[in-house]
């Protein structure tokens, strides 16, 4: 099993900036096979959806909504990886939930999540 752990969400103005970390814990096998961490978001009233993603290997990709705002970044010593939130808008309001994810053996852990809203 691996436990995620999020933190850094908050309110916000309207371009402001914003880092959410996720720091993941548990089995050493379990952690050694997960292939992907990424963020979610699930607003108010919609269904979550994948914003970033990066593998082990360090590529990254992101949703249209986010692209050039959001960046993900992991730190492998410290099993953590971070979102890098800028030019804040009030549309990026909701829940942000960590992920980790093996596609060889069908594992996915999910964090608690945490709350970010931005105000106009």
């Known amino acids: 099993q691996v436990r995620l752990v999020e933190s850094g969400g908050g309110l916000v103005r309207a371009g402001g900036s914003l880092r959410l970390s996720c720091v993941a814990s548990?089995?050493?096998?379990?952690?050694?096979?997960?292939?992907?961490m990424a963020w979610h978001r699930q607003a108010p009233g919609k269904e979550r959806e994948l914003i970033a993603t990066i593998t082990t290997a360090g590529a990254t990709s992101y949703a249209d909504s986010v692209k050039a705002r959001f960046a993900i970044s992991r730190d492998n010593a410290e099993g953590t990886i971070y979102l890098q939130m800028n030019n804040l808008k009030p549309e990026d309001t909701g829940d942000y939930y960590c992920f980790a994810g093996s596609e060889a053996f069908g594992a996915h852990y999910w964090g608690q999540g945490t709350q970010v809203t931005v105000s106009s």
């Open positions: 548990g089995s050493r096998v379990a952690f050694e096979r997960i292939d992907r």
